[in-house]
Structures are given as structure tokens and as C-alpha cells.
């Protein structure tokens, strides 16, 4: 492969396909947590962004030395993804039911740092197949891959916090409830994409 513009945009949209499930996640947060302080919301989309940048790597360095260990996990992937997305949303829409009133409820609610990370893993876990999709780049035009692939996703999940901070000033109470199924939708649609496309 070669240093051209083909490989910029491909990386470009690349990063946008993958990061539709963190953009997503990013509105489902934003609902939950509407008074989240613009530090907050660059650290959060820095997260989705590590994870984006580091699944490809990892995927790429997969092929590159353990390529048949590796196949037989991606079958995994979808399972992995259902099972954390639909336990956090789970979650969330469980605290919205049977807590609304409750201010321990809403605390409890907002996004924690574990709770960020498993949704890193959940959104990002798909990206590791796309090391096959770069396996024919050197090491540096991996990096520089991944590289864009996290500077998208960062650019999109910040958009999709602003709108979820804005959307959940206006439905108050039901942000929280909104943001789960959000999470569980998400969740199957990794699942059912993951193992009949």
C-alpha cells in the first residue's frame, strides 16, 4: 500500500463506519448525564477514541503473529458486545424504572469510569477485524491508520455528547430510561450484524 490520498480517505471511513456504535453510546450518556462539563465529555470521547485506535492495532499485530488464534475468537465478537451492552443498558433502564424520584438512583446512573471502559470494549471490539482489513500496511501506516480511525471517532462521539446533553435537558427524567435502550438496540444490532453479515 501506498502513502496517497486513497489511503487517508479509506482510514477517514473507516473511522466513521466504526464509529457509529460510539457515536450512539456517546448520545445514550450524554441523555443520562445532561449537566456533563466539557472536560468530562472530551475524556469520554478520548476514551471511545483509545479504544478505536487500539483495536485495530491489536487486530493488525493478531495477524501478523497469532492470525489462526485469532479467527476463532472473532467469532466471539458479537456475543462479547451483546452481553456488555446489554448488561450496562440493562442497567441503566432498571435504574430509570424503579428509581426516578430517587436522587441515590440518579447518581448511580451517571457513567463511571469501569462502566466507560466496558463500553469501550463493547463499541470498539468489532475494530479488531479490521486488522485484516490492514494487514498489507507497513507497522508505521498501521499506526497512522489507527491514528485517523481515533481522531474521527473523537470528532463524532464529542457531536454525539452535545446532542445527548441537549436532548436530555429537554426529557428530564426519561434521558436515563432512553439512554438504556439505546445501549440494549445498539447491543443486538452489533449481535445480528456480527453473525448474519
Known amino acids: 500500500m501506498e502513502w496517497n490520498l486513497i489511503f487517508f480517505v ?11 456504535d460510539a457515536f450512539s453510546v456517546s448520545i445514550a450518556n450524554a441523555l443520562s448525564e445532561s449537566s456533563m462539563r466539557k472536560s468530562r465529555m472530551c475524556f469520554i470521547a478520548g476514551v471511545y477514541a483509545f479504544f478505536q485506535f487500539a483495536m485495530p492495532m491489536i487486530g493488525w499485530i493478531c495477524v501478523h503473529t497469532i492470525v489462526e488464534y485469532f479467527s476463532k475468537f472473532e467469532v466471539l ?6 452481553a456488555l451492552l446489554l448488561w450496562i443498558g440493562g442497567k441503566m433502564i432498571w435504574e430509570a424504572v424503579h428509581g426516578e424520584e430517587d436522587e441515590a438512583a440518579k447518581v448511580a446512573a451517571k457513567l463511571t469510569f469501569a462502566t466507560l471502559m466496558i463500553q469501550g470494549v463493547a ?15 507497513g507497522l508505521l501506516m498501521a499506526l497512522v491508520a489507527s491514528l485517523i480511525i481515533a481522531g474521527v471517532t473523537f470528532a463524532i462521539c464529542m457531536t454525539g455528547l452535545l446532542i445527548g446533553k ?4 429537554k426529557l428530564g427524567a426519561k434521558a436515563t430510561l432512553a439512554g ?3 445501549l ?3 447491543g443486538i444490532e452489533i449481535f445480528v450484524k456480527g453473525l448474519f453479515f
Open 10 to 20: 479509506n482510514s477517514v471511513l473507516l473511522g466513521v463506519g466504526l464509529a457509529m
Open 166 to 169: 441537549k436532548a436530555g435537558d
Open 180 to 182: 438504556g435502550l439505546i
Open 123 to 137: 463499541t470498539s471490539i468489532d475494530a479488531l477485524s479490521v486488522g485484516f482489513t490492514i494487514a498489507d500496511y
Open 184 to 186: 440494549v438496540g445498539i
Open 77 to 82: 465478537i458479537p456475543w462479547i458486545a451483546l
